[in-house]
């Protein structure tokens, strides 16, 4: 099982920047796509941006141009950089992992809260 641990959230102003991480630990033998999601009350929970093993990132096209998503596998580390924040971006931002372990899993941490003021 991999357990994601998220850090980094907190509150900013308008235009600023803000970079979250997320690490793995626990048992696994690769982990195929790390991503980004969020969530705001009473909103389903949106893709922002995904990093898959070997493949090129994507974004959603709310946080194109403004949000980076990078991995290091050697630290089992994604972060996500995200600047000229908009009160829009304010959401609880998960990380996702897709993992083999004994078979294909998936695991979610426990989020971050990102707090964008206007």
């Known amino acids: 099982q991999v357990q994601l641990v998220e850090s980094g959230g907190g509150l900013v102003e308008a235009g600023g920047s803000l970079r979250i991480s997320c690490v793995a630990s626990?048992?696994?033998?690769?982990?195929?796509?790390m991503a980004w999601y969020r969530q705001t009350p009473g909103k389903q929970r949106e893709l922002v941006a995904s990093?898959?093993?070997?493949?090129?990132?994507d974004y959603a096209d709310s946080v194109k141009g403004r949000f980076t998503i990078s991995r290091d596998n050697a630290k089992n580390t994604v972060w996500l950089q995200m600047n000229s924040l908009k009160a829009e971006d304010t959401a609880v931002y998960y990380c996702?992992?897709?993992?083999?372990?004994?078979?294909?899993?998936?695991?979610w941490g426990t989020g971050t809260q990102v707090t964008v003021t206007s």
């Open positions: 990093s898959p093993s070997g493949g090129r990132p």
């Open positions: 996702y992992a897709d993992y083999y372990y004994i078979g294909r899993k998936t695991s």
């Open positions: 626990g048992r696994f033998g690769v982990i195929n796509a």
